[in-house]
């Protein structure tokens, strides 16, 4: 089994940075950790992953050039640096990990382990 924990969200004005991390403990049976967002009414929404072991990362369209995903093997933990927040970026994020393959790094429903979510407010 694996557990999420989430931390660093809060309320940030547009154009601020927020820094979030995922801790994880238990084994590790997950090949790619991940972030993805929900907001209210809409659908959970991929945003970053990176590959445990290698390192290699993938970002959604939106985010590329302004976050950041990186993973930390020694701690187990995976952070999310978000620059130039935008209103429409609130959201609840969620970190999630999963035994996959790069080609379904983008769907929610690959991924097996999930934290509890942790919300990000950006006021304009």
């Known amino acids: 089994q694996v557990q999420l924990v989430e931390s660093g969200g809060g309320l940030v004005q547009a154009g601020d940075s927020l820094r979030l991390s995922c801790a994880a403990s238990?084994?590790?049976?997950?090949?790619?950790m991940a972030w993805f967002r929900q907001a209210p009414g809409k659908e959970r929404e991929f945003v970053a992953a990176?590959?445990?072991?290698?390192?290699?990362?993938d970002y959604a369209d939106s985010v590329k050039g302004r976050f950041t995903i990186s993973r930390d093997t020694a701690k187990a933990t995976a952070s999310l640096q978000m620059n130039s927040l935008q209103p429409e970026e609130t959201a609840v994020y969620h970190c999630?990990?999963?035994?996959?393959?790069?080609?379904?790094?983008?769907?929610?429903?690959?991924?097996?382990?999930w934290g509890q979510g942790i919300q990000v407010t950006v006021a304009s």
């Open positions: 999630a990990a999963g035994l996959i393959s790069s080609i379904d790094l983008r769907s929610p429903r690959s991924y097996v382990y």
């Open positions: 238990g084994r590790t049976l997950y090949t790619y």
């Open positions: 990176i590959n445990w072991s290698g390192g290699v990362t």
